[in-house]
């Protein structure tokens, strides 16, 4: 007894200040890879090096369209290796309110010999949503979905019970998960508790690709819940199928069952991204800025 | 038993014994010799091997190779420890009579593996005690994904079929408790039937598979070069075991090795592995007996591990370390300084996590004698890695072997009789030690020289046995090489697989509140067991 006591004085306290203070991640760390668009020569070489299809690229006549999907991205860097336009940053908070968030398109010219001439459609992403600047008309959709968000974030946003179902996963997301429970990351401080049933969970934390065997048991774990109730798909499989995609044993992304509230990607998150996600599924932190794009 | 000749007087022995009923014997590797007979020696063959040379089946799998031989073909693996040597028996069978003889009743470890070739191939066991599905769930269509006329991307019709059916347990005062597929606790999916009289537990029905994701269909659509990471994310917790065990099998195919800086740098990824996971399952055993404050301990080293992963190799489950001829991370100095202030430091702290849980009477109370797994059963199930070792089944792919630079360290394999959760969690703990220790001697060992080495343009039709022991158990990647740097068939045995009866058996007579810590005392993968 007193020997546990003096052992937990001794360890002091090593909870993160998370997000008060930034992630603390080694130098090391691969977090979402960073594209320099103006100087990009060539996307084939990073498409062809890329196991999960997160960057691809299409010609159409003499124009390639060219797509970054964080959505898809596992950060592995191999990219990065095939093509130095390619940095692969440490930045880990990507969480996004929308899957179209997570993609960024871009056009170029073609050169005969396939390279790219220049840049023709700049790169952005491919939502309107984002855009803070348009006037919003009152009684559309976007006003009604903000009172409707404002009202989740009041009843939700101070304390939130999770549960999580692995739909799939390979259990790489649940250890970063699990680890969010740990003296490290507390996720209680936050007044955020993981539950283990449906009927008292308000946030559905969900790990893919969704297979067959469960997506049955995803539906009924979801339709067990009470409303309000916020979904958010984690890793790079719970946000696209990832490195699975679609196939006869998977029917792919969280949001091919559910609707989304918030993505996580990562393979797997870490626990930083993981707390960052769930922190803006209950509005209490801002989505990811997009990646730097600067207008040419 | 004989006294241990070299494998070659084994092989001689073993071919005298069966003369022409072998068709063929060949040496691919020094450590893996096929065998190619026809169905009615695969009996006979099994019990020469297990009772003459202590040999254990470590594999069964198939393969469609109709398109070029007319045939399927299954492979039966027995690992020869005490020989260091893989025997492969090779047995055709025609496709217009797709059936095979099941070795279940003789060899109890033979039972999910056959029945899952049975599921995936569409071949029909004969003489099995328990035929019934259990890749494809049982609402499953009537279809054969593993055969090369089936298309990965498949779409199946909603399922229609049977729901399963449980075996009944009926008696007075018995009943049912059913779990899952969703867990209470933060885990992967899985359905047990626990049948009850009272608290303790009868018997023990499980239903896998709910993670059955397609992964070897999908290693025949991808380059090698992709199939690395598929490896890495067919068990989350054993990512770079996984991905350097089928790093090893394409090397093996190639007649590559990789360097020694390379070597050293796999077995320390290894057992950075095997730390963060036996860490983290010491304090999840004493969680699941109410004892948080130690968990929350290990839980603090394991995050250590976990970061120094990291900065290692970019990632904190180690993924993207690995690659075909190699690694793909040099470390600087920097990071060799990070990796030898861990093995210093983690030493202490792991002995004074290790003294809190000792000196629980409370604790150890419930931990011992609870969830006994029987040498014998372990024999009998063919039981692997830390749950074999610690119900006395000494194997150890790490010194039987020697894979990456485990023949440059020494290190001891603790194997305990008692085969309890209390055992279970004392092979992981003497784990940790030796795990440092290997750690601590690679690091000062540490050569400079190349990464990798270039695999090149793959060749055609070969097939190879890649293996680690990962800090489950052992795990398997058997592939056949196709044309453009592709493969035909990669066959994944993650050691769960295995080891999961086992669970039912050690359950037997204990109370329901005991089976979490019993299961976890396994901690076995869902992922890996279902691909």
Known sequence: MFDILRKSLRTGIVTTSYPETPVEISRFARGRPEIDWHKWEDARPATAACPTGAISCQD???????????????????????????????????????????????????????????LVATPDSKKSHLNKNAPLVPGSLDVLGQKIKAQVDSVLGRSLHIREVDAGSCNGCEIEIVGLNSPVYDLERFGIHFVASPRHADLLLVTGPVTR????????????????????????????????????????????????????????????????????AIGRLSPAPKSANPAP | MNDLPSVTGIVAEVRERFGDRLDAVRVSRRDEIYFDAKMDLVAGFSAHLYKNWNARLAGIFADDVRGQEN??????????????????LRVPVPPDKPEFTSLANAIPAADVQEREIQDLFGLKLIGHPNPRRCALHDDWPDVHPLRKDFDLHTQLPPFQGERHKFRPVEGEGVFQVPVGP?????????????????????????????????????????????????????????????????????????????????????TICLELERLYNHIGDIGAIATDVAFVVANMHAMRLKERVLRVNEQLTGNRLLR????????????????????????????????????????????????EDT???????????????????????DHDLRRDFPHAAYDRVKFHVPVYQEGDVEHRMQ?????????????????????????????????????????????????????????????????????????????????????????????????????????
């Not at chain 1, 130095?84 to 908070?93: F, G, Q």
């Not at chain 1, 984690?234 to 696209?240: D, K, N, R, T």
């Open chain 1, 60 to 118: 159409a006549g003499e124009r390639r369209n060219v797509r970054l999907d964080l959505a898809k991205c596992t950060f592995c860097g191999l990219c990065a290796e095939a093509d130095k336009t390619i940095r692969m940053t440490t930045v880990c908070e990507c969480a996004a309110r929308h899957r179209d968030d997570l993609v960024t398109e871009a056009s170029y010219s073609l050169k005969p010999d396939g390279w790219h001439e220049r």
């Open chain 2, 71 to 88: 045939v399927f073909h299954l492979y039966y693996v027995y690992a020869l420890d005490a020989a260091h040597a893989f025997f492969i």
């Open chain 2, 371 to 393: 969830g006994i797994l029987k040498p014998k059963v372990a024999r009998d199930l063919g039981v692997v890695g830390i749950a074999g070792r610690a119900s006395g089944f």
């Open chain 2, 427 to 531: 092979v992981r703990i003497d784990e940790v030690r030796e795990s440092l220790s290997i750690i601590r001697q690679l690091v000062a060992t540490l050569l400079a020289g190349a990464l990798r080495v270039e695999i090149g343009e793959l060749p055609a039709s070969r097939t190879a046995l890649g293996y680690v022991e990962g800090w489950r158990g052992e795990i398997y990647h058997w592939i056949r090489t196709a044309s453009g740097n592709r493969l035909a068939r990669c066959k994944v045995k993650d050691p769960s697989l295995q080891n999961w009866p086992a669970l039912s058996e050690a359950i037997l007579g204990n109370i329901v509140p005991d089976f979490p810590v019993v299961n976890k005392s396994f901690n076995l993968s869902y992922s890996g067991t279902d691909r």
């Open chain 2, 182 to 266: 969703v867990h209470a606790g933060i885990i992967e999916p899985g359905h047990f039937l626990f049948s009850v009289a009272g608290e303790p537990v009868l018997y023990l029905q499980m239903r896998l598979f709910y993670t059955h994701k397609g992964t070897e269909k999908l290693f025949e659509h991808l380059p090698v070069t992709h199939g690395v990471r598929l490896a890495e994310s067919i068990s989350g917790d054993s990512s770079f075991a996984h991905a350097t065990a089928f790093c090893h099998a394409i090397e093996r195919a190639a007649g590559v090795e990789a360097p020694p800086r390379a070597q050293a740098l796999r």
């Open chain 1, 213 to 280: 065997n469960m997506e049955l048991a995803l539906r009924k774990t979801y339709d067990a819940m009470p409303a309000p109730r916020l979904v958010v798909a984690v890793g790079a499989c719970g946000c696209s199928g990832g490195i699975f995609g679609r196939n006869y044993a998977t029917v792919g992304a969280v949001d091919a069952v559910l609707p989304v509230d918030v993505y996580i990607p990562g393979c797997p998150p870490n626990p930083h991204a993981l707390l960052h996600g769930i922190l803006v």
């Open chain 2, 320 to 367: 993207g370390m690995a690659c075909l001829g190699g690694v793909r991370f040099n470390w600087d100095d920097g990071q060799i300084k990070v990796l030898e202030k861990l093995a210093a430091e983690l030493g202490p702290e792991f002995d004074s996590l290790v003294e809190l849980i000792e000196n629980s009477s409370s604790t150890r109370d419930r931990l």
